[in-house]
């Protein structure tokens, strides 16, 4: 303990020496760069913790400080100076019922940063969750601290999941960042900034986002930011699964679930101080900003609904679409399994998963592969071959009421569509408006919502565009499908003939294609009900009302359980059905049946004609 504080009397002595040499025309004074830091002596090692916003300038001047030091302190001359963006361990935080040590080598969460993972991360993930639940004490601490110490500071809620940091390559997606000392997640001060200061590079002169927020060339500025943490336990395990990817010029079917952790809903206590060159003033000013930076979204996943702060439009062109959906359940991490629980979440992500999906089916009818390929990677961004920020975003904003087995899961909300080009927007929106009258959202949606047997419980969904409606006539979805094409062609002409796509067998599936081998079908239907009419789904979900007479077809015995019409566990379906209600016009199901050449398909097409369906495509 002695030695201790020896070495933090020496380094105090040589912060005290910067401040009564600093010269008025220095532009980032080393005392400020170091005002915050901490020294260890280990060995032949002096190793000094610096916060992350200032760890480059402090490496960049790494021969001035250890000249002044070696100066000020000789005994420590023969020592290796190390800069590191992580405090010395030490114990930070206690409770008033025990004294916890919250460093790297204790911290239950921290400790995920050791685990080795199996296949099956979720039960690490869960532990992780639950060991989170007893951190509030820790929360409660910072946030008095951050305020204690900040000029200013504010809290913001986010409108659903944030993911920031992670620390392990691609299964880095496993865990958020973890601070180094309190063992929580956190959003690092060096995040905020580089938030603020992209967001600000756009919209306020360079000379002004320098001046208050500094730069390498220039110094410091006059704010300077706080890690931002919690206000109370909001970790969950959280799910990506992409179910299409792109081999060489094919794109295949096959569903991949990474389970992880983000921060549902948090609210974040964050910080800002001036420096000694800023003022309260200044300090307002880059509030302000941060403000309006993090509604446009921080971390990663911005681009499909993480980490936004509110539901606002932050590119060029934008556009919001009002929406209702009715579904027997949409899931992340925990889907329904004979080993746990379920648990339903309305997912921003699935609107995107099933946008990208309906704008890749049409575009391979157009482009040839490789070039479709690079559009879709600049319009929805692409982690292979290289990563590529993609010019679209995708937000939504809804409210929910539960479901059940044996009732309707119902979202409604607004789903916001932003672009960096006119063009682009005007595309996404009638792949939108096509996607609302083909299929659905998430689980089920290549089904109506009806109640199933002989295993029962509710299949499928229902979704629909507020307002954005299509009859059910013949001349007008062609005129719309060429209104497509033609939003397609403004983006981007076609270098080459598109490839003769087929869907690929059961169990080796590929990306449905909207060309020459698929159909789409409108089958009218005068008694179709509405699925916020049904009262009873036990006793009304089996009738052709609410099924329609397309899916009653498809669940004939000369088509249900075939695989090469209807799909199987791991086979998607090759007819996808919906059920569309124009307002006071008649009610009709659209039946797009992909690869419709193969023998079983062209059957279903022959008999789905003789019920009364007109071809509206090709």
């Not at 400020?32 to 032949?44: C, D, I, P, R, Y």
């Not at 913790?49 to 250890?66: A, L, M």
């Not at 420096?275 to 930076?293: C, F, H, M, P, R």
Request: hydrophobic content about 35%.
């Amino acid at each position: 303990m002695k030695k201790k504080k020896q070495q933090k009397s020496h380094w105090d002595d040589f912060l005290a020496q910067l401040r009564r040499q600093r010269h008025p025309s220095d532009k980032a004074p080393l005392d400020e760069l170091l005002a915050n830091s901490q020294v260890e002596n280990k060995g032949n090692e002096l190793i000094v913790f610096v916060s992350p916003e200032v760890i480059g300038e402090v490496e960049e001047k790494r021969g001035k400080i250890q000249k002044r030091l070696f100066k000020v302190i000789p005994l420590w001359r023969s020592k290796r100076l190390i800069f590191r963006v992580q405090s010395p361990s030490t114990n930070v935080v206690s409770s008033s019922h025990s004294s916890r040590q919250n460093n790297m080598s204790t911290s239950p969460l921290q400790a995920l940063n050791q685990t080795i993972f199996g296949e099956y991360p979720q039960p690490a993930l869960k532990a992780a969750v639950a060991a989170e639940k007893n951190c509030q004490f820790i929360y409660q601490k910072l946030k008095n601290r951050v305020e204690a110490i900040a000029t200013s500071h504010l809290t913001i809620q986010f409108t659903w999941r944030v993911r920031v940091g992670g620390t392990r390559g691609f299964q880095d997606i496993l865990l958020p960042v973890f601070h180094p000392v309190y063992g929580v997640p956190y959003v690092p001060a060096s995040s905020l900034k580089g938030v603020v200061r992209a967001w600000a590079l756009n919209r306020q002169p360079k000379s002004e986002v320098t001046r208050l927020l500094g730069s390498l060339d220039e110094g410091i500025g006059k704010v300077q930011f706080l890690d931002a943490f919690p206000t109370k336990p909001c970790l969950v395990v959280d799910m990506v699964n992409p179910l299409w990817s792109w081999s060489g010029e094919i794109v295949n079917y096959q569903a991949v679930p990474h389970a992880f952790l983000s921060m549902e809903k948090p609210e974040l206590c964050i910080g800002l101080a001036s420096t000694s060159k800023g003022n309260s003033a200044d300090v307002e000013t880059v509030k302000g900003w941060l403000e309006k930076a993090l509604a446009s979204g921080i971390g990663s996943r911005v681009s499909a609904g993480y980490g936004r702060s509110c539901l606002s439009s932050n590119l060029p062109y934008s556009s919001s679409h009002e929406f209702e959906l009715w579904t027997a359940g949409m899931y992340g991490a925990f889907p329904p399994n004979r080993d746990e629980e379920a648990i339903a979440e309305f997912r921003p992500t699935a609107v995107r998963g099933m946008l990208r999906y309906w704008w890749r089916s049409l575009a391979l009818g157009i482009y040839p592969p490789s070039q479709c390929r690079e559009l879709e990677a600049s319009m929805f961004g692409a982690i292979e071959p290289t990563t590529t920020e993609g010019s679209l975003r995708i937000s939504v904003d809804w409210e929910e009421q539960k479901g059940s087995r044996s009732k309707p899961y119902y979202y409604w909300g607004n789903i916001l569509l932003e672009a960096k080009q006119e063009s682009q927007l005007i595309l996404l929106e009638k792949v939108l408006k096509l996607a609302a009258h083909l299929g659905g959202i998430g689980r089920g949606s290549r089904r109506p919502l009806h109640w199933n047997n002989p295993y029962p419980g509710m299949r499928g969904c229902h979704w629909e565009l507020v307002d954005e409606y299509l009859p059910g006539n013949s001349e007008t979805w062609q005129q719309f499908l060429q209104e497509i094409r033609e939003a397609f062609l403004a983006v981007r002409s076609p270098n080459g003939t598109p490839a003769n796509n087929h869907p690929g067998k059961p169990n080796s599936r590929r990306q449905d294609v909207l060309n020459n081998q698929s159909r789409i079908y409108l089958l009218p239907q005068t008694d179709l009900i509405h699925p916020n009419d049904v009262r009873n789904w036990e006793t009304e979900g089996t009738k052709t009302s609410v099924r329609g007479e397309a899916l009653d077809l498809l669940y004939e015995d000369d088509f249900k359980g075939n695989a090469n019409v209807g799909g199987s566990l791991e086979t998607p379906s090759y007819v996808i059905i919906k059920s569309n209600f124009p307002i006071k016009k008649l009610a009709y199901q659209t039946v797009t049946i992909f690869g419709a050449n193969h023998p079983d398909r062209a059957q279903f097409v022959r008999e789905l004609s003789n019920i009364g369906a007109q071809q509206c495509f090709p």
